[in-house]
């Protein structure tokens, strides 16, 4: 069970990032999936978050208009768009499975896991 991310670097103020998370050994499809950061000194945060059923999205108030995350149910990939980057936005970001359905429909029952890929380094900077 794996997730593992990539596409962090070093970008200006102003520009633009995708990040993407490769996902294996486990029902990507069926899997609530997330993008978090930590800055350092600061705690982690939640950024994006995409549900399993209608794809609905969630994100942090900091980067809605900016970020947009989507999942490829068929490539196990969940990806984050970053534009617009600003100074503030350098951290690791994290790729994350918040939990999973039993089942092939929204009323199955939804067990949550802890897993975590190992981070991508972003950082924006002149």
């Known amino acids: 069970v794996h997730l593992v991310e990539s596409g962090g670097g070093l970008v200006q103020p102003g520009g633009s990032l995708r990040l993407s998370c490769a996902a294996s050994g486990f029902t990507f499809s069926r899997s609530t999936m997330s993008w978090y950061r930590q800055a350092p000194g600061k705690e982690r945060e939640l950024v994006a978050q995409?549900?399993?059923?209608?794809?609905?999205?969630y994100y942090a108030d900091s980067v809605k208009g900016r970020f947009s995350i989507s999942r490829d149910n068929t490539a196990n990939t969940v990806s984050l768009q970053m534009n617009n980057l600003k100074p503030e936005d350098t951290a690791v970001y994290y790729c994350?499975?918040?939990?999973?359905?039993?089942?092939?429909?929204?009323?199955?029952?939804?067990?949550?896991?802890?897993?975590w890929g190992q981070g991508t380094q972003v950082t924006v900077s002149s």
């Open positions: 994350n499975r918040d939990g999973y359905y039993e089942g092939d429909y929204e009323g199955s029952y939804y067990t949550k896991s802890d897993l």
């Open positions: 995409i549900a399993v059923f209608r794809g609905d999205t």
